[in-house]
């Protein structure tokens, strides 16, 4: 018996590990070229000099006692520390917010770089085709990816699963990662306006280079006016508008880059934290169906793992 799993996120990892410390075998499928997810870091060389920006979630709280003890291991080995420029509860990933999902990853048969674009049924066992090859063999098959590329995995074998995620629907966000040579003229390390919903000090983090490294985010409705405009002019309407919502004086940036979202933060429907179908050897989890939060996301893998051990092991 052996469980796939599509996305190595905090979902897809939090399912592998219950499931691998019940004695199940695992294989995890992701197309990212290395652990994140939505919690990825973003690498960037500049003259000799590596920048790293948190340029998707940005802090996370752990209230959930399951997932306060798992948090407490990554701090008990350096890989999170609080960060109280965000608040008392608010802990990031440290070098970077990457950094649970590498831990998570580490000892687990992960296939990086790996599309899924489709499940299929052979013999009973299912078979997923991804976009460099077919893997074949799998009892039960988990899907850990965002609703909106949830729903068309699922949608062949499950209209109810498929039904759930087409009708959960995520906000856009367009990200700026910003570095200067001057420190900006802000006093405090996290700056909230209209435009730039949030702008974060990230080199300001725990365990990080100290360096002036900003991430602004945009709000949904200012993603969804610009949607479709090329990264450049984004990245400089943004700033132009953290200035101005500021009141300080425009700063010429010695790095700026901007990335798209597609799928932030999703809206929850109401129903349960994870989907099993024991049947069909068929699971969904993600943020999407609790919380939009990296401890929901954590909740729903651990709790679809404990519902698919109860009834496999
Ligand atoms: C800009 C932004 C800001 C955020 N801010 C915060 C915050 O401050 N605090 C907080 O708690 N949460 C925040 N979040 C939400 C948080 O990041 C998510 O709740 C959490 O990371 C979701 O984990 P997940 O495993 O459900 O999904 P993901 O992290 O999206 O993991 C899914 C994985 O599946 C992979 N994948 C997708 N489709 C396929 C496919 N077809 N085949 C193979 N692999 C696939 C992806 O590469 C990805 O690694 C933020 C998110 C974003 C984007």
């Not at 752990?62 to 798992?70: G, I, K, P, S």
């Not at 994870?274 to 709790?303: F, K, N, Q, T």
Request: glycine content about 10%; charged content about 20%.
């Amino acid at each position: 018996m052996t469980v796939a799993i599509i996305g190595a996120g905090m979902a897809g990892l939090s399912c592998a590990r219950a499931l691998v410390q019940a004695g199940v075998a695992v294989e995890l499928f992701d197309k990212g070229r290395g652990p994140g997810g939505r919690m990825s870091t973003r690498r960037v060389e500049l003259e000799g000099q590596q920048l790293r920006f948190d340029h998707g979630a940005q802090y996370f709280t752990a209230r959930d006692e399951r997932f306060r003890a798992q948090v407490a291991e990554w701090r008990a080995a350096g890989r999170v520390a609080p960060w109280p420029a965000a608040g008392d509860e608010a802990l990031v990933g440290v070098p970077g917010m990457n950094e649970p999902v590498r831990a998570m990853a580490e000892g687990r048969d992960v296939r990086w770089g790996t599309r899924i674009e489709r499940l299929e049924r052979a013999a009973d066992r299912w078979v997923l085709q991804g976009d460099e090859g077919t893997h074949c063999g799998y009892s039960q098959v988990v899907i850990a990816v965002p609703a909106e590329q949830a729903g068309p995995l699922a949608a062949p074998f499950s209209t109810g699963f498929a039904d759930r995620a087409e009708r959960t629907l995520s906000d856009p966000c367009w990200t700026v990662m910003a570095s200067f040579v001057q420190t900006l003229p802000l006093a405090d390390t996290i700056a909230a306006g209209d435009a730039v919903a949030w702008a974060a000090r990230d080199g300001a983090k725990p365990g990080r280079s100290g360096a002036e490294n900003w991430v602004l985010q945009a709000s949904p409705q200012w993603t969804r006016d610009h949607l479709d405009e090329p990264p450049e002019r984004i990245a400089a309407q943004l700033l132009a508008a953290l200035f101005a919502e500021n009141g300080i004086e425009p700063a010429q940036p010695s790095h700026a880059a901007a990335h798209r979202w597609l799928y932030t933060k999703a809206r929850p429907l109401a129903g349960q934290s994870a989907l099993w179908d024991a049947s069909l050897g068929l699971g969904l989890a993600g943020d999407w169906l609790l919380a939009p939060r990296i401890e929901s996301a954590w909740i729903s893998g651990r709790e679809l793992a404990d519902r698919m051990i109860a009834e496999l092991v």
